[in-house]
């Protein structure tokens, strides 16, 4: 069992591909980025990275005797294995699917602006539109003396709360947070900035809490095709605990998360994050580890980053395509396929 | 004397304002007459100045020294300077045997005197901090100890009763002879023991124990004149077995984790993955004694955050040569799927089964169920509270500095009274204790072996008494004291 985990790589391996391709930088940018943290959640890597291959593809040109889409493909292949520490299998597809279609008697530079119009086109459709249409069909499920629970941090979860605000109903919301990352106290600040009543509690406290709760709204990273969805580490547990009280659970996701992969638990593909985040303990406290040098080899870190809820535990799931309960994903996950080919 | 009788009279006044001054020295007039009336209202004056202050705050009946090393406990307690239910409860037993070592006991109804004793004590311990629920274990433990010692002498005195019979009648009767016991030494004895009622006494129509009999005087008087001998010995046989149970009561309270961790070496098996939350004295114990077997086996530990007490357990094994793996308490379902066993400690166990115990395991709990992982709780007998849980999220929880789950200077900018009402926007809570309900624990590991949660009420009645469940006790009302004596006056004047 304890070979089964992977060890965590503070570097990273470069492919040598990557180093000899200027434009490359923007990739190692993006991906030193999510490494480190500074752009966090589903949406806005997955932004990020697509601009990083709108940039590629600008500065682009096709080596002699070779076709633009299998040498771009296998391009961006060599830089896909580069975020495969990344959930962005869909748009990957997406793109690789684009590049694959280009008419073979297409110029070179209509073919990179087609790409890049359709780069846009994704994440206008796929992302920013699909949020509206989310949070409009959130917003029908929040009434007046509601208390709706979330954890963690979503980009949908909280354009949902700003809009049930700007539309007048009268809520409060629990904010759960969890170590190491703490992301809750962001959303929390920005929360109480616009004037909704939060109240915070630890991950732990969550029995103690969930007996007011009327609603969870949750996001997702990624949503499989037995209905499980991935997601945040300790998303889990919320939806255990508001399952045992009886909460409806409603886990907010765009359709391009989806994904046709199963699995039964957590350990399977997981990401591993920096051990000493855990080591670390907020400052004010005199329980750390002091002799981080003579660190002994029984002792062990483990800093899981995402985290796989049972379907059962959901109540439904709200995309752009409508609201549907778990067992509907595998049928969208095929429709979306089928769309692809329609475009 | 007649000083002595205008003060009685004097505090008679306050309670009765009828009485005046005039009648008062009318009656002041028959003393030298009335030597026997004297001895009785000096009897009854004392009786009537206990029970009038007993009503009140009941100190009085304590020693002024002992008061002080109670209003020190309390003071400790209500500061919370003593963490932990089993420091707790060797405090609260220490403290309550000084307490019985100084009381003075009188011939008669010494048990009820000691229980009273301890009560008023006990009342204030369990006001000082409700939440601590060792506190009031420990009380009744003491209580039951008595009830229990003082059974078990008036049963051997009763045996010693048959004896001395016997010997009286030897030169009457043959040695063939029955021994004939008086019905009223009988019906005495038995009466002044305090006994749970059973079908025999109910039908004799005796007077229920659960009331401790004040008056001192009214039935107690004649049985002294007949068993005084053995009164005297034991008035002093009872305070030491008391006292020597309370010794008994406090070594099972240190040796407990000891005892626990005997028991380590069946539960735990090589190759397994053990899962804890926090940190917990008995639980460290019980892993470590596994070890000292020589199992192998792999510990993770939920650094149960804000305190972040499982932090300092990771230390300590890993310390002792085990596999330690740290993980966040948001990662125990994922990690869940991995685990052989549960072990976790408990603040306190209730009547039903349901545990009190620290933040979060309440969700490890139903982790636990969801994998069908067994979740063993780890007790020592004195955290076995008698009462049953009614909202213990609520009721028998503490709520902790908000500072510990956010810094104050950090978020000093939310913390503005924005919203139309005036309230606050921002709530934060930290609570301490969880409530994990019997059906999700799957074995109870206590000092006297091992036990499911649906038992745990019958091992109450082995160390408690029924009697002693509610311990605040009845306000005595005081008219009934006084009534024949002032009866007696009146007849006096005429």
């Not at chain 2, 100045?49 to 209500?78: A, H, W």
């Not at chain 2, 008669?108 to 939440?131: R, S, Y």
Request: hydrophobic letters at 40%; charged letters at 20%.
């Amino acid at each position: 069992m304890r070979s089964v985990y992977p060890l965590f790589h503070p570097v990273i391996y470069l492919p040598a591909s990557v180093l000899s391709f200027l434009s490359g930088v923007s990739v190692f940018q993006v991906g030193l980025q999510y490494l480190s943290g500074d752009i966090s959640g589903g949406n806005a890597r997955c932004i990020a990275m697509l601009q990083a291959f709108q940039e590629i593809i600008k500065d682009y040109s096709t080596p002699p005797e070779k076709t633009l889409s299998r040498d771009l493909t296998a391009k961006i292949s060599s830089y896909v294995s580069f975020f495969t520490e990344c959930n962005m299998g869909n748009a990957i597809r997406f793109l690789k699917n684009r590049i694959a279609k280009l008419p073979l008697t297409m110029p070179e530079s209509e073919a990179k602006t087609t790409l890049q119009s359709d780069i846009d086109q994704f994440i206008n459709e796929k992302i920013v539109v699909a949020d509206k249409v989310i949070v409009s069909h959130s917003v029908t499920k929040i009434k007046d003396g509601d208390i709706l629970l979330t954890y963690g941090t979503s980009s949908v979860v909280e354009m949902i709360l700003q809009h049930a605000y700007e539309l007048g109903k009268q809520y409060r919301v629990v904010v759960v947070d969890s170590r190491p990352k703490l992301e809750g106290q962001l959303l929390l600040r920005r929360l109480v900035a616009k004037g909704i009543t939060c109240t915070y509690i630890h991950i732990n406290a969550i029995s103690y809490i969930m007996h007011e709760v009327t609603r969870v709204f949750l996001g997702a990273s990624a949503v499989l095709s037995n209905g499980t969805v991935y997601s945040q580490v300790g998303t889990a547990c919320v939806t255990m605990v508001a399952h045992a009280f009886q909460v409806p659970v409603l886990v907010c996701c765009e359709a391009y998360k989806f994904h046709e992969r199963v699995h039964l638990d957590s350990i399977c593909s997981n990401e591993l994050g920096d051990p000493d985040a855990i080591a670390n303990i907020p400052c004010g406290k005199e329980l750390s580890f002091p002799d981080r040098g003579a660190k002994s080899e029984n002792l062990q870190f483990f800093n899981l980053i995402y985290d796989v809820m049972p379907s059962d535990y959901i109540s439904t799931i709200i995309t752009d395509y409508g609201m549907v309960p778990p067992t509907s994903v595998p049928v969208i996950v095929r429709e979306y396929r089928r769309e692809h080919i329609w475009i | 004397m007649i000083y002595l009788i205008k003060i009685y009279i004097f505090l008679r006044s306050r309670q009765n304002p009828g009485l005046n001054c005039r009648e008062a020295h009318a009656w002041a007039g028959y003393l030298p007459c009335t030597c026997w009336v004297l001895g009785l209202v000096m009897e009854t004056c004392c009786s009537f100045c206990i029970s009038y202050s007993g009503e009140g705050s009941g100190v009085v009946v304590t020693m002024p020294d002992v008061q002080s090393l109670v209003n020190e406990f309390i003071l400790r307690i209500k500061k919370r300077k003593v963490e932990g239910s089993q420091a707790t409860a060797r405090q609260a037993a220490v403290l309550l045997r000084s307490v019985i070592s100084q009381q003075r006991i009188g011939y008669t109804n010494q048990a009820g005197t000691l229980i009273d004793a301890v009560k008023a004590v006990g009342e204030q311990l369990i006001a000082a901090n409700p939440v601590e629920l060792a506190v009031g274990n420990i009380v009744r433990r003491v209580l039951h100890i008595i009830r229990e010692e003082d059974l078990s002498l008036t049963t051997a005195a009763m045996v010693g009763l048959n004896l001395s019979a016997v010997s009286d009648d030897d030169d009457d009767t043959g040695p063939d002879d029955h021994p004939v016991l008086s019905a009223a030494a009988v019906a005495a004895a038995s009466r002044s023991t305090l006994r749970p009622p059973s079908l025999q006494t109910l039908l004799e129509d005796m007077p229920d124990s659960a009331t401790v009999p004040h008056t001192s005087s009214s039935g107690g008087d004649s049985e002294g004149k007949s068993k005084s001998a053995d009164k005297s010995s034991r008035s002093r046989k009872l305070k030491h077995d008391v006292i020597e149970a309370v010794n008994e009561l406090i070594q099972d309270i240190d040796t407990c984790h000891e005892q626990i961790a005997e028991q380590a070496v069946e539960h735990i098996h090589h190759n397994e993955v053990i899962l804890t939350l926090g940190s917990s004295r008995t639980v460290l114990q019980f892993l470590c004694a596994a070890r000292e077997k020589k199992r192998l086996f792999w510990v993770f530990v939920a650094e149960g955050a804000p305190r972040y007490q499982g932090h300092l357990l990771a230390k300590e094994l890993v310390a002792r040569g085990l596999q330690t793996t740290l993980i966040t308490d948001s990662a125990v379902f994922a990690m869940i799927s991995q685990v052989n066993m549960v072990i976790v400690g408990a603040h306190a166990v209730m009547a039903n089964g349901g545990v009190i115990a620290p933040v979060g395991l309440n969700m490890v709990a139903l982790a636990a169920k969801r994998h069908a992982v067994p979740f063993v709780v780890l007790a020592g007998s004195h955290k076995l509270c008698p009462l049953y849980p009614h909202n213990p999220e609520v009721l028998l929880n503490e709520l902790r500095s908000p500072s510990e789950l956010l810094d104050f200077g950090e978020f000093s900018d939310c913390m503005d009274f924005r919203s139309g009402l005036g309230s606050p926007l921002l709530h934060v809570v930290n609570p301490s204790f969880d409530y994990v309900p019997p059906k999700l624990v799957s074995l109870f590991i206590t000092d006297t072996g091992g036990h499911n949660p649906s038992y745990m009420y019958r091992l109450i009645a082995d160390y408690y008494s029924a009697d002693d469940l509610v311990l605040q006790r009845k306000a005595v009302p005081s008219n009934r004291a006084q009534d024949p004596i002032l009866t007696l006056f009146i007849l006096q004047i005429v």
